[in-house]
């Protein structure tokens, strides 16, 4: 994911990797913050068992995501590298902090958010992939599809199947989180304001990559591509996919901020 940030250079492959590293630290104290280390793991757990099992119900059955592979190296489970179920977990923190922000900012009950948050928050996770994948399937090939078509060889399963994928995970997230206690560091702005913060540093990064981007083309089964063209859509895509969201979130905690945090509000709905 995060490694193609710089494709043509390897010094670029090691700052992506300590890029991610400090990205996952992060994500791992953050959401400790938000529901204490129990609350940090379950969600690491939850996050992970779903894109890992749906992951690997596609590359044999073609559901949810459709018929794909992995190309990257590593240890594997059913096809699935162990790196991405962290993948999962790492960028679909950020997706549900904004999403609890914005429940919050609404008033909205915990009976209410928990039909209602995770739609969203499934949406925001899917954004993130909106803009990679064309990238990674199709540039640095780290992944493919039998069936190459849609968005620059990335098919509309695949964006499906990112849906569905956060949509588990969310909501089982959403019923196991309300066990857990948040601390008052949950309460402040400024937590709340990171996870946007990291969102639009993620999508302005695409902007980066077309700036460097290597010429020539790039096929994919019958398909031939400008690498250009595809960074330069993928910098497009993440404006209304990544930079919005993340701007209406800042909004939210900037209007509402005593209503911020990533746990349900009161119980009683």
């Known amino acids: 994911m995060i490694a193609s940030l710089f494709p043509q250079s390897s010094a670029g492959g090691a700052a992506a990797g300590i890029q991610f590293l ?35 119900i596609s590359i044999a059955t073609g559901v949810p995501f459709g018929f794909f592979h992995h190309n990257t190296a590593g240890p ?17 923190w950020p997706a549900w902090a904004q999403t609890m922000t914005l429940m919050r900012s609404l008033g909205t009950t915990s009976r209410t958010a928990l039909l209602s948050a995770p739609v969203v928050g499934t949406f925001l996770l899917a954004g993130y992939d909106y803009p990679w994948d064309p990238i990674g399937a199709t540039v640095l090939k780290v992944h493919g599809f039998r069936d190459p078509s849609g968005l620059f060889g990335v098919p509309l399963s695949n964006f499906l199947g990112w849906l569905v994928t956060g949509w588990v995970a969310f909501q089982i997230l959403a019923r196991v989180q309300r066990g857990f206690v948040r601390t008052s560091a949950a309460e402040t702005m400024t937590f709340a304001l990171l996870p946007p913060m990291i969102w639009i540093g993620t999508a302005l990064s695409y902007f980066l990559q077309y700036a460097v981007a290597a010429p020539g083309t790039t096929s994919v ?10 960074y330069e859509a993928s ?3 993440s404006l209304p996919a990544m930079i919005l969201p993340a701007i209406i979130t800042i909004i939210a905690a900037i209007s509402r901020p005593r209503l911020i945090s990533v746990a349900p509000a009161d119980t009683s709905g």
């Open 22 to 56: 400090a990205l996952l630290g992060f994500v791992l104290v953050h959401a400790s913050l938000a529901g204490g280390w129990p609350g940090a793991f379950a969600f690491f757990a939850i996050m992970g068992a779903a894109s890992f099992v749906l992951e690997a």
């Open 76 to 92: 594997r489970l059913l096809g699935v590298p162990m790196a991405v179920p962290i993948g999962y977990a790492v960028f679909g």
């Open 221 to 230: 089964g019958e398909r031939t591509f400008v690498i250009a063209d595809i």
């Open 235 to 237: 910098a497009a895509i």
